[in-house]
């Protein structure tokens, strides 16, 4: 409850006018929020999942080729093609190993892969299967690529059961790829996913 003095006038309190400064402040946010809201509605075919199919060329452990189209397969890390790791005391190509279980896998049959992401080598993240073999989760799996933002289970599975990588000592492969100065990539998690989101919204090419 307000109260007033016998003989003193109520105050008044005004809202001090907006200078033309914030004015125009106010009018550039504005400006860019819609600009910003115009950019995704233009590029939102960006970000419909896309499907390819065909013959793969298998690069490594968790990279392959379908025509032009370069997949990374998503949520996955296998090792790099020249990665050596240890076992039984003696060092072995873990990242040829690697390349060889999942050309087993696809065994020269044809390939599916399905995603709307691309990582900053212009690579579509994509899930890819053989029939009803899906090739992220049997990789990490049978112990030959480690979880990269999805396939934890899988990979606590095959560290349990020792198999592939986990029957010896290695680095994981993006360990191994700061130390030797090769191509660094966000995890595939929620924090790559925005990074992808914001580089297909501003990708111009």
Known sequence: MSRSWPGRPRQRYFRRPRSRWRKLADYLLAAAVMGLLLLVSARLDRFETR???????INDGDSITLGSERIRLRGIDAPEFGQVCRKDGAEYPCGKRSREALSRLVAGRQV???GWERDKYGRLLGECSVGSTDL??????????????GY???EAAARRGR??????????PRDWRTMHGTMAEAEHGSYGRILNWLREIFRFS
């Open 112 to 114: 599916t892969c399905t």
């Open 51 to 57: 499907s390819t199919q065909g013959a793969a060329v």
């Open 163 to 172: 198999r592939g990588l986990w029957a010896g000592k290695f680095d994981r």
């Open 152 to 154: 934890e289970a899988e």
């Open 136 to 149: 992220n989760r049997a990789q990490v799996d049978a112990g030959w690529a480690v979880a990269y933002g």
